[in-house]
């Protein structure tokens, strides 16, 4: 295997599949909670990358010369440069995780891969060392938000930003970078969610419920992805796509799968004590 290769297999790891999987694991298997509200901060990350690249419209290192980067790595690089969407997400995603769960080995195996992500995009020649850096230091923001702020699950705040978000995409103007209405569907997805299911505490659950969930969730990827190109691209279509796919994955696979991820409602809030009355 040869060096462009090597890093080319490694840069795949920053794959929409990629992500879409270990989101869908990491929620089904691991944390649900946790799994959406990383969603959250996975989506406004997207959304974030996608408006910086597009309002700087920065060059790539091959942008003036092709010859630099090989035709294969520069499949891999769509859009402007600045920030790294690679990197950004890569760090979202797993130091994310990593800042939710809070194990050390886990730690380092999140910080490699990111590392490692980041050093592809360079060593390809698609993106400049600062849009790497950039693309980490936003990543880092969005993977402790992750991991500090639990968003609304129940009420008008759970329901209205995600009806506003889908709304916002139906106005998008013809032309807009089909990204934004990625974004807006993953983040409408994800707000709407509810995960009210525990996940399996055996191996044979984990199994079934690892292989059987990722069939589901990449059917249903594959049958809303063969709509039409030109209808698909439509922002308010690809944004209610996106926010569909969300939903299988974290609401249609738990039903499919009760007997493995058995219902489990979200702890209450806590009730302050009533204050005593009168003198004592």
Same mark, same amino acid.
């Given at each position: 295997?040869?060096?462009?290769?090597?890093?080319?297999?490694?840069?795949?790891?920053?794959?929409?599949?990629? /992500?879409?999987?270990?989101?869908?694991?990491?929620?089904?298997?691991?944390?649900?909670? &946790?799994?959406?509200?990383?969603?959250?901060? *996975?989506?406004?990350? %997207?959304?974030?990358?996608?408006?910086?690249? %597009?309002?700087?419209?920065?060059?790539?290192? *091959?942008?003036?010369?092709?010859?630099?980067?090989?035709?294969?790595?520069?499949?891999?690089?769509? $859009?402007?440069?600045?920030?790294?969407?690679?990197? =950004?997400?890569?760090?979202?995603?797993?130091?994310?995780?990593?800042? =939710?769960?809070?194990?050390?080995? *886990?730690?380092?195996?999140?910080?490699?891969? @990111?590392?490692?992500?980041?050093?592809?995009?360079?060593?390809?020649?698609?993106?400049?060392?600062?849009?790497?850096?950039?693309?980490?230091?936003?990543?880092?923001? /969005?993977?402790?938000?992750?991991?500090?702020?639990?968003?609304?699950?129940?009420?008008?705040?759970?329901?209205?930003?995600?009806?506003?978000? @889908?709304?916002?995409?139906?106005?998008?103007?013809?032309?807009?970078?089909?990204?934004?209405?990625?974004?807006?569907?993953?983040?409408? &997805? /994800? +707000?709407?969610?509810?995960?009210?299911?525990?996940? #399996?505490?055996? +191996?044979? &659950?984990?199994?079934?419920? $690892?292989?059987? &969930?990722?069939?589901?969730? *990449?059917?249903?990827?594959?049958?809303? $992805?063969?709509? #039409? =190109?030109?209808?698909?691209?439509? $922002?308010?279509?690809?944004?209610?796509? %996106?926010?569909?796919? @969300?939903?299988?994955?974290?609401?249609?696979?738990?039903?499919?799968?009760?007997?493995?991820?058995?219902?489990?409602?979200?702890?209450?809030? #806590?009730?302050?004590?009533?204050?005593?009355?009168?003198?004592?």
């Amino acid at each position: 295997m040869s060096m462009d290769s090597l890093w080319l297999a490694v840069t795949n790891l920053g794959r929409d599949e990629v /992500f879409i999987a270990v989101l869908a694991l990491y929620t089904l298997l691991v944390n649900p909670r &946790g799994g959406r509200h990383l969603g959250v901060a *996975f989506a406004l990350s %997207y959304l974030v990358n996608s408006a910086l690249k %597009y309002g700087l419209n920065l060059p790539r290192p *091959f942008t003036d010369d092709p010859s630099v980067a090989s035709e294969a790595a520069r499949r891999t690089a769509l $859009g402007p440069g600045l920030p790294s969407g690679h990197t =950004q997400m890569a760090a979202t995603l797993w130091l994310g995780m990593a800042a =939710q769960m809070r194990r050390g080995w *886990f730690w380092g195996v999140a910080a490699a891969l @990111v590392a490692l992500i980041g050093a592809s995009r360079l060593l390809l020649h698609v993106h400049y060392p600062s849009d790497v850096i950039v693309g980490l230091g936003l990543g880092l923001g /969005f993977a402790f938000l992750a991991a500090a702020l639990p968003f609304p699950e129940r009420g008008l705040g759970r329901w209205l930003p995600a009806g506003v978000l @889908v709304l916002i995409a139906a106005f998008l103007p013809a032309g807009t970078p089909r990204e934004y209405g990625t974004a807006l569907g993953l983040l409408a &997805g /994800f +707000w709407a969610a509810r995960p009210d299911f525990a996940p #399996p505490r055996d +191996w044979a &659950g984990r199994v079934i419920v $690892g292989v059987a &969930g990722l069939a589901i969730v *990449f059917a249903a990827y594959f049958v809303l $992805g063969a709509l #039409p =190109q030109s209808f698909k691209d439509i $922002g308010l279509v690809r944004a209610l796509r %996106y926010a569909a796919l @969300v939903l299988v994955a974290v609401q249609v696979v738990p039903l499919a799968l009760r007997r493995w991820l058995p219902v489990q409602e979200a702890p209450a809030v #806590p009730v302050a004590p009533a204050a005593p009355t009168g003198i004592r």
